[in-house]
């Protein structure tokens, strides 16, 4: 179920316009939720195959990697916290 979840997370990531205001604070949500999700996903396909999941002749062992890295490499999630949130106060500013 929440491969599917991840999937359309993906498909709203590709369908976005850059060009909008408000862009941030989707790709920022995707990648929130997406991120960490993968990696639970991976850890849990390493946790099935046991010793074997460690090995690089399995594709396990790279996704956990990947998942890692996307967790790692997009910027901290308190960095994307913050951008929502002037995103949302540029969206509806306070009076």
């Not at 949500?29 to 991120?35: D, E, I, S, T, W």
């Not at 002749?57 to 910027?75: F, M, P, Q, S, T």
Request: aromatic share 8%; with cysteine; charged share 25%.
């Amino acid at each position: 179920m929440w491969i599917c979840w991840c999937v359309n997370r993906y498909n709203f990531a590709n369908r976005m316009d850059l060009t909008k205001a408000g862009t941030r604070l989707d790709s920022d949500g995707v990648k929130l939720f997406c991120a960490p999700m993968a990696k639970m996903v991976a850890d849990n396909a390493i946790q099935v195959l046991g010793g074997n999941g460690y090995v690089g002749e399995y594709n396990v062992e790279r996704l956990w990697r990947d998942a890692k890295l996307l967790e790692i490499g997009g910027g901290t999630n308190e960095a994307h916290h913050k951008n929502m949130s002037r995103e949302l106060l540029d969206l509806n500013p306070l009076p």
